[in-house]
């Protein structure tokens, strides 16, 4: 047999496997159904879980890039040593930026942030500029600050601040607190997307198995017809895979719908760390990358709980 007959075999076994499975997914209705109503949810879940950890991460982005440590330097503070200072700082490895505000223009800020506060106004105005030039230190990683804190520690460095910086006291425990737990929701995220996956492949492993519980008749009269494994196994992943499919569009319209109508009826932009905007943004800005994502892992999460399936009948029966 050349191998253009063995090509047209396969393709003409290929072809009927193919149409077999879409007929058993017409046929039995009731159970594609349900299959995919399951698949629907959880795959939803699933992609909930990945916009949300991505809404969640560009909040708790916002939030640490607002953290800075201020160092207050004495009014004896020249030029030269203010200028070595700063150099010293831009070396440290954890120094994302440094920011000089001289006494002139923190007094300007302090004026135009309590311009409506007139009892401030006019105490200011019969004092000489109280304010001392500040050093503001962005970091690279808010939960290695502490390094930070240590390099301006320093007995030289010390001597020159006026006051404690700005990483002391209430404010450390508040920047301690939120990197911490921008670290936790961040872990919790990732393990979230995790076990929804894992729950979805159990639940579609446990859906096929019931179709094929209740096909096991037709299973064994094609056995007994000589039909080889790939035969009978293939409908039901072919069946399998259009789950996937028909779950991924769904999934994608539906929560595409759901942001549509959140975005519009709530007057709240964010729900505690949720930006529903955003989510709603990041989610229209990688539509296509979300649909292909699902698209994906429902056809790989139905064909392969398909084959675990038929593998574990055809295997029991074989051995029975």
């Avoid at 001289?102 to 105490?123: F, G, I, P, R, T």
């Avoid at 209740?214 to 080889?228: K, Q, V």
């Avoid at 905007?277 to 892992?297: D, E, K, M, R, V």
């Amino acid at each position: 047999m050349n191998r253009w007959s063995v090509f047209k075999r396969r393709a003409v076994t290929l072809r009927r496997i193919i149409r077999t499975g879409c007929i058993n997914f017409v046929r039995n209705s009731w159970l594609s159904i349900a299959a995919i109503a399951i698949m629907v949810i959880t795959l939803t879940i699933v992609l909930f879980s990945l916009i949300a950890n991505a809404t969640f991460t560009n909040t708790v982005q916002q939030i640490t890039d607002r953290i800075d440590v201020s160092v207050y330097l004495k009014d004896t503070v020249n030029k030269d040593q203010t200028d070595k200072l700063l150099g010293q700082i831009k070396q440290l490895d954890n120094t994302k930026s440094v920011e000089y505000v001289s006494k002139e223009d923190a007094l300007v800020a302090y004026k135009q942030q309590n311009v409506n506060n007139l009892d401030l106004m006019l105490a200011i105005s019969q004092t000489d500029n109280p304010l001392p030039a500040t050093i503001k230190i962005k970091p690279k990683d808010p939960n290695k600050i502490g390094d930070i804190k240590t390099f301006l520690e320093k007995p030289d460095i010390k001597a020159l601040q006026s006051d404690e910086t700005s990483y002391s006291g209430d404010r450390k425990a508040a920047v301690d607190k939120i990197t911490s737990a921008t670290a936790f929701l961040r872990k919790a995220g990732a393990v979230g997307v995790l076990v929804f996956a894992i729950i979805s492949m159990l639940i579609i492993f446990n859906t096929i198995q019931m179709a094929i519980f209740n096909r096991r008749d037709e299973i064994t009269i094609m056995r007994l017809l000589g039909a080889n494994t790939f035969f009978i196994r293939g409908p039901f992943v072919v069946e399998s895979i259009l789950y996937g499919v028909f779950s991924a569009i769904i999934s994608v319209v539906l929560l595409n719908s759901l942001f549509v109508v959140s975005s519009s009826t709530l007057q709240a932009s964010s729900l505690g760390l949720l930006d529903i905007n955003y989510a709603n943004q990041y989610f229209g800005s990688h539509f296509w990358i979300f649909l292909a994502l699902q698209l994906g892992i429902g056809m790989i999460i139905g064909a392969s709980s398909s084959i675990v399936a038929t593998h574990r009948y055809l295997k029991f029966k074989t051995s029975k």
